[in-house]
């Protein structure tokens, strides 16, 4: 099948309408008249996607850095389609959920697959519980971290799940073991059409091997990152900053970001490794970081969202056998609220200046 991204398959249904390319233009000239935001922005991303340029406007996130216009060419879009349906084994007919806002890349993405593959999607409001007036049942869905921790009662109505936005937490990886839903955690950013790679959250929850999709290939700089060749969605090959072991030309495990590494007294420090361990004694919302030390170069430190007893969280900290004496921070500090983006991400480098540090 050839992607396109000017035709409407023909088995496509949105709230279980079947519409042509005529029928969507027509829906979307009545969503972009809704009050309701989730619907407006659906009517403006059919418009967009209907008319008769070849490319889409897309904007990342901002949880790296200042967020930016990208150009997506509509066939490479629809390119992305196909290798996740392919991948999943998810052909026309299947049903599918969309919960995600369109305004972001992986909202926009399930309605593309919908549109190319022949799916079957019913949009819901993507608030932080998704399925609580839904009873009807789902091949397959695609949520935030927030969401899956919120429709964990539910979520076994949707039977093959992605989830994007942010890692999945080893607690929530715990209690994602007690559902009969396919999760995978996923692995990708704007400039790569969302996932390019994906990981099923089982029995191994320390795993952190992901899979590409197909027609994808891998390689590291010289800086160990992540280097991603993919011809059918990206006419450029993609340097990420994303620090990974290569396992093979499709497989890897993703080991954290290489503008995030702290370097304290010549030891390098992984931010994220260290969060998969603190992860396991520490319930509420944190991240680690560096600040300037005059005796260390950068010392790392704990930053938590609320009120919490520092004393005991150190203590319990030290206590923790799988954390290097490196790996123990050397101040905590305390936030009523971090600064999150506009799609709910953490951003840090702004969460760091409400504190005033440096």
Known sequence: MEPSFNQIHPNFKLNGVHYDVDGLKKLALDLVKEEELYKLTIGKFLMDWLDDTAILEVHTSGSTGAPKAIALKKVQMANSALATGKFFKMGAGTKAILCLSAQHIAGKMMLVRAMVLGWEIDVLEPTSNPLEKTNVGYDFGAMVPLQVAESIPRLNQIKTLIVGGAPISSGLKLQLLGVFTKVYETYGMTETITHIAVKEVGDNLH????????????????????????????????????????????????????????????????PEQIESKLSKIINCKFFVTGITDVKLGQKLILVVEGEVDTKKLLHDIKANPNLSKYEVPKDIFSLPQFIYTKNGKLNRKETMRVLKLE
């Open 207 to 270: 795993s952190n091997s992901f899979k590409v999709l197909p027609g994808i290939s891998l390689s590291k700089d010289d800086r160990s990152c992540l280097v991603i060749e993919a011809p059918k969605i990206s006419d450029h090959i993609i340097v990420t900053n994303d620090l990974v072991e290569l396992l093979s030309p499709t497989e890897f495990q993703w080991l954290g970001r290489y503008d995030n590494v702290i370097n304290s007294a010549g030891i390098k420090l992984i």
